[in-house]
């Protein structure tokens, strides 16, 4: 339709008439203004000295440049694998000595535990049951278990590229599903709670960061398993009676997810290391005393059972 | 045929020697080789019609690969990113694709 209205080769007609030289005319003008200043005659007729090596040079230069932007292209990949891999060490070096460090520091706890029972004299059930509240001391006994799943991923994957997740499939369960589980036991009467056999103590708390739900700064991931030890059929029945429970049970019909408890008779949580809490004192003296050295938290249980 | 041989030795030089691209022009490599591609379906299409001349050849050669990254830079500095790229990848494509049309009705006659 341009070619109907243009006149001649009008200065308005500059704009579009470049676009349909380039569709019409892919080849570079130079070659025939090159053939037309020659005089129409054979271009080799033309030829210089210089136009075999050069065009030995300018031929080199595109296989060179071929090649080196290939092996550019598939030399990067592996320098960033690389960069992830050492990452990775460094994270699960950190994590050894993360986790040798807290097995030391279990096992001089025990160690001043022993010489501390050594010195006390006599009935020492006070401190016992303190020291199993606050969660410095493995305990066993009967209590219930819940498995909390996300659903399973859908069955044709979404082709997508990798690190990206499609909107459906992020985690449906997230750390106040979690945390409200905890807190029911809590209320129901438990004793000791541990999710995914993390000992929760009256510091603990249960968050959301990324995709993943972090225990007292420890990222945990579905499979979700929430024990609590106490009265187990006390606890069966708060529990089954609760909110959160009728919620869960609505989540798993609706979005498919796992929910399941059930009642058991030998769980047994591991201990952690407590750490000393901070008491808000009169400015003079230092922190206030801690709760393994005989010092006595007014509230250690109660503190947990608030909404965290 | 010493274009084919001439590409053949640079292949084979850039294999042996496997030289390092600076960091700094790295981005311009991409941009540079659709450049080249378009130099090399130009110089094989007028060979083809007969009317192939070196030096045209060779400038237009050198000239692209500057010109596109130049294009590159300046994208980059104006903050468009790569929207320039995308319009050098445009308009050489089209080139390419003319090219490799007229060699295609060159060799089969179709």
């Known amino acids: 339709m341009a070619g109907t209205m243009r006149p001649a080769a009008g200065p308005a007609n500059r704009s579009t008439a470049m676009l349909d030289d ?10 025939r203004l090159a053939v037309r200043s ?42 960033r694998e690389t960069a992830r891999k050492d990452l990775i060490v460094r994270v699960e070096r950190l994590q050894a000595a993360g986790n040798s460090l807290d097995a030391r520091a279990k096992a001089l706890a025990g160690e001043v535990a022993g010489l501390r029972n050594a010195q006390l004299p006599g009935n020492d059930d006070e401190l016992k049951r303190m020291e199993l509240e606050s969660g410095s001391l493995p305990v066993t006994g009967p209590g219930v278990q819940i498995s909390l799943d996300e659903p399973p991923p ?6 997508g590229r990798p690190g990206t997740t499609p909107q459906d499939q992020v985690a449906v369960l997230h750390d106040r599903d979690i945390r409200a589980v905890v807190n029911q036991l809590w209320a129901a009467g438990a004793e000791a709670v541990a999710v995914n056999h993390l000992r929760l103590t009256a510091t603990s708390f249960i968050r959301f960061a990324g995709e993943s739900v972090l225990v007292d700064f420890q990222p945990i991931s579905a499979p979700y ?5 106490g009265d187990r059929d006390g606890l069966l029945v708060a529990f089954a009676d609760s909110g959160i429970a009728r919620q869960l049970k609505t989540m798993a019909a609706v979005e498919g997810i796992t929910f399941r408890f059930a009642g058991k008779s030998g769980l047994r949580l591991q201990s952690v290391t407590v750490t000393e809490p901070h008491y808000a004192g009169l400015g003079t003296a230092g922190p206030g005393p801690a709760p393994g050295s005989g010092g006595r938290p007014s509230s250690s249980p109660s503190a947990t059972e608030s909404p965290r | 045929m010493i ?4 590409l053949v030795i640079g292949v084979v030089l850039g ?13 311009y490599l991409p941009i540079a080789v659709v450049a080249a ?6 110089g094989v299409r007028a060979r083809l019609d007969g009317i192939f001349v070196a030096k045209v050849f060779v400038v237009s050669f050198v000239s692209n690969v500057l010109v596109a990254a130049l294009i590159v830079f300046m994208g980059d500095k104006l903050g468009v990113g790569g929207q320039l790229s995308t319009a050098v990848v445009v308009v050489l494509g089209i080139r390419i694709f003319g090219n490799a049309a007229a060699i295609r009705r060159h060799l089969f006659r179709a």
């Open chain 2, 15 to 27: 294999i042996v020697f496997r030289p390092t691209v600076p960091l700094w022009l790295e981005p």
């Open chain 1, 22 to 31: 380039l569709l019409a005319n892919p080849l570079d003008p130079g070659y």
């Open chain 1, 154 to 159: 859908a069955t044709s994957p979404a082709a």
């Open chain 2, 3 to 6: 274009a084919a041989i001439a």
């Open chain 1, 225 to 229: 398993t929430i024990e609590a030890i």
């Open chain 2, 37 to 42: 591609l378009d130099a090399v379906f130009g």
């Open chain 1, 38 to 79: 020659a005089g129409g005659s054979q271009p080799s007729r033309a030829r210089r000295w210089w136009d075999g090596p050069l065009l030995w040079l300018a031929c080199i230069a595109v296989g060179l440049l071929l090649v080196v932007a290939y092996q550019q292209q598939h030399r990067s990949a592996p320098a």
